[in-house]
């Protein structure tokens, strides 16, 4: 779909969609201010580019739409980051001490790592080399890192070693998370090899546990990891919706909603 109206309109919004390449999630605030502009103009812009599906709007900010490819890493960790830490300390308290736990690969499952920091007696199974840097360090913790390809974009550990190595295992808990959420509960992320031991983990666990904050249900991915009658507890930021805490309902999986910033917006719906 082609980009409407003025050249400057135009050049902006081409603008706004590398500017949140870059970081992520911008709010229309910080954008009005960094072009110089209203923000019911950049609210306009932004309902242009959600219309060519080049962008998601959420409360108060816009996110890069996602399908195919995934943002960089230093973007998604910028996504809804208070939200994040507030999920992962919510997380880390369901682990109980002397207790073995599959942790995968992303940016929310690195903030349960690092809220577990004050545990003892865990044994922690990771194909993420951002969670074992957060926990190598603590003596009462024993990290064991899966073998496999390192993807030089986020330090995820994938590939068919890493799946064979979680099928040795037999946790407590598994802590996984997800590019994007459907509305029906079907979990999604990107990369075929990640989502291979990201089903491996699942399938190793006795309990698992899905760290996601809400943004993640305006998102899109290609690739099936699961669905939510698969998992045991939810915690995320808040349920976006009755529609899915009915889905939560029905297939009895516990949810934990940790609160974090509402980015209030009186005119979004512009």
Known sequence: MTLPVSKASSRRQIEIVDLLREKGRVAVDDLASHFGVTPQTIRRDLNDLSDAQMVVRVHGAAMVSSGVVNLAYEARKMIAQPHKKLIG???????????????????TTEE??????????????????????????????????????????????VGSHAVNLIGQ?????????????????????????????????????????????????????PVRVAHLSEIDIFVTDRLPSAEIAELCRTHGVQVVEAGGPLDADPDDAD
């Open 89 to 107: 300390e919510a997380a880390a308290k369901l682990v109980p001490d002397h207790s073995s736990v599959l942790i995968n690969i992303g940016t």
């Open 169 to 221: 295992f037999r946790v407590d808990l598994a802590i996984i998370g997800a590019s994007a959420i459907e509305p029906d509960g079907t979990l999604l992320d990107f990369d075929i090899r990640e989502v291979q031991a990201s089903r491996a983990i699942i399938e190793h666990a006795r309990k698992v546990v899905l760290v996601a904050d809400s943004s993640k249900f305006a998102r899109s991915a």
């Open 112 to 157: 349960v790592a690092r809220a577990l920091s004050s545990h003892t007696g865990l044994l922690v199974i990771t194909n993420n080399l951002h969670v074992a840097f957060e926990l190598y360090r603590n003596s009462a913790i024993e990290v064991f890192v899966m073998g496999g390809t390192v993807r030089q974009s986020d330090g995820g550990i």
